[in-house]
T-cell receptor, first 114, second 117 residues
Framework: DGGITQSPKYLFRKEGQNVTLSCEQNLNHDAMYWYRQDPGQGLRLIYYSQIVNDFQKGDIAEGYSVSREKKESFPLTVTSAQKNPTAFYLC?????????????FGQGTRLTVV | AQKVTQAQTEISVVEKEDVTLDCVYETRDTTYYLFWYKQPPSGELVFLIRRNSFDEQNEISGRYSWNFQKSTSSFNFTITASQVVDSAVYFCALSEAEGGATNKLIFGTGTLLAVQP
């Protein structure tokens, strides 16, 4: 089945450690996105990528890094510089058709810093 | 600046009641798209509808209907005869046009709908 797979579903991290969240899609989409969801704040864009080997910062990129070496994969690293990393992280993808294309979302990764 | 406001944080209804979720947006673009997504307890966002700024026709899909009014910058969502399975968080979103190459979504804060049996 076509879709977006995020792993792991739950992740625990000690303060000061980097951690990488996986996102894989088999929808043949060019564009991929990472959003962060906090209670009462909706979803906020962290990074997005329109094509392989290219990505741009979103609204809250500080403390995060990404790579886009393959079309299917867009991993997100939460670095120790991110001051409040506990949140629900959602990966999405879409065709590169512009503002009229809907995004498809994965099931999310809940990150908790302990 | 682009912004989406969902003033209703939580709504609780009894099964079979009708319920309307409000969405108000702000944008300077003349061409834009509006979306509604549903987030069930499992976490992923499920796409419900897309509407472009030039099409103000209301749309009905089964028990769901959408009312788009540019004059009031609103894109409200009504569920008729609600069911327990409709319980979820519902997000309204606006796409940002920056060059038109990518769909960057601006989300509202969401409305938690609880349908009681």
């Amino acid at each position: 089945d076509g879709g977006i797979t995020q792993s792991p579903k739950y992740l625990f991290r000690k303060e000061g450690q980097n951690v990488t969240l996986s996102c894989e899609q088999n929808l043949n989409h060019d564009a991929m996105y990472w959003y962060r969801q906090d209670p009462g704040q909706g979803l906020r864009l962290i990074y997005y990528s329109q094509i392989v080997n290219d990505f741009q910062k979103g609204d809250i990129a500080e403390g995060y890094s990404v790579s886009r070496e393959k079309k299917e994969s867009f991993p997100l690293t939460v670095t120790s510089a991110q001051k409040n990393p506990t949140a629900f992280y959602l990966c999405a993808s879409s065709t590169r058709g512009g503002v009229n294309t809907e995004a498809f979302f994965g099931q999310g990764t809940r990150l908790t810093v302990v | 600046a682009q912004k989406v406001t969902q003033a209703q944080t939580e709504i609780s209804v009894v099964e079979k009641e009708d319920v309307t979720l409000d969405c108000v947006y702000e944008t300077r673009d003349t061409t834009y798209y509006l979306f509604w997504y549903k987030q069930p307890p499992s976490g992923e966002l499920v796409f419900l509808i897309r509407r472009n700024s030039f099409d103000e026709q209301n749309e009905i899909s089964g028990r769901y209907s959408w009312n788009f009014q540019k004059s009031t910058s609103s894109f409200n969502f009504t569920i008729t005869a609600s069911q327990v399975v409709d319980s979820a968080v519902y997000f309204c979103a606006l796409s940002e046009a920056e060059g038109g190459a990518t769909n960057k979504l601006i989300f509202g804060t969401g409305t938690l709908l609880a349908v009681q049996p």
